[in-house]
Structure formats: structure tokens, C-alpha cells
């Protein structure tokens, strides 16, 4: 069991930087891999970026993939993603997932989340 809240959201314009933090609460924190969402208005949630239970694994979206950087802590129970480069198309809900178990072929699938937060607004202007 982990629960899950996001922060270091908001409002920002195109070319600027945000790092975007998850904390947990739990024991067992350093045993579940972890992932970021995101979902704009109208849109399906789509997968950002991942991270394994040692942070030694992350993979990215195309989307996101030399923008963003996902990383842990796990003495600290949190999780994060920075954020550069932002494009108005960034503009999203952002959440944070965690699961025990992952597989490569999955990982990009909300299904395989069992906890979540309950999100963060980010807004890029143009």
C-alpha cells in the first residue's frame, strides 16, 4: 500500500522549466516502480516517463524523450519530473502512478498502475 501526492505545478510559458514532485507515504516505497501520466481536456491519460524500483531503468515517451527527466528518492518517498522546454502542448494534468510488479511491454499502460495521485495542474501559454 502507497499513496500518492503530486506538486510544483502551475502556470508557465513556452520555453520555461518546471520540476514536478510526488511524495508517498508507506514502508515499502523502494519496491514499487514508478511512472508519470499525463491528460489534457479531451483527452485519454497518456504515459510520460517511467522509473525502476533503483532508478537505474527509466524509459520515455516520444513526446517527452530529451525534454523531460524522471528520477527518485527513495530516503526521501518521492519522485520527480523536470520539466524543460515546456510546449503549450504540455498543457495537461499531470499524475503519478506506482505499481509492485512492471514489464516492458506494459509499462506505458495505465493498467498496470495500481496507486495514483490525484494530480497537478500544468498550463503552458504560447
Known amino acids: 500500500q502507497v499513496q500518492l501526492v503530486e506538486s510544483g505545478g502551475g502556470l508557465v510559458q513556452a520555453g520555461d522549466s518546471l520540476r514536478l514532485s510526488c511524495a508517498a507515504s508507506?514502508?515499502?516505497?523502494?519496491?514499487?516502480?514508478l511512472a508519470w501520466f499525463r491528460q489534457a481536456p479531451g483527452k485519454e491519460r497518456e504515459f510520460v516517463a517511467f522509473?525502476?524500483?533503483?532508478?537505474?531503468?527509466?524509459v520515455y515517451a516520444d513526446s517527452a524523450k530529451g525534454r523531460f527527466t524522471i528520477s527518485r528518492d527513495n530516503a526521501k518517498n518521492a519522485v520527480y519530473l523536470q520539466m524543460n522546454s515546456l510546449k503549450p502542448e504540455d498543457t495537461a494534468v499531470y499524475y503519478c502512478?506506482?505499481?509492485?510488479?512492471?514489464?516492458?511491454?506494459?509499462?506505458?499502460?495505465?493498467?498496470?498502475?495500481?496507486?495514483w495521485g490525484q494530480g497537478t495542474q500544468v498550463t503552458v501559454s504560447s
Open positions: 522509473i525502476g524500483w533503483r532508478g537505474g531503468t527509466t
Open positions: 502512478a506506482a505499481s509492485p510488479e512492471w514489464a516492458p511491454a506494459s509499462l506505458h499502460r495505465i493498467g498496470e498502475y495500481d496507486y
Open positions: 508507506g514502508r515499502t516505497f523502494s519496491s514499487y516502480v
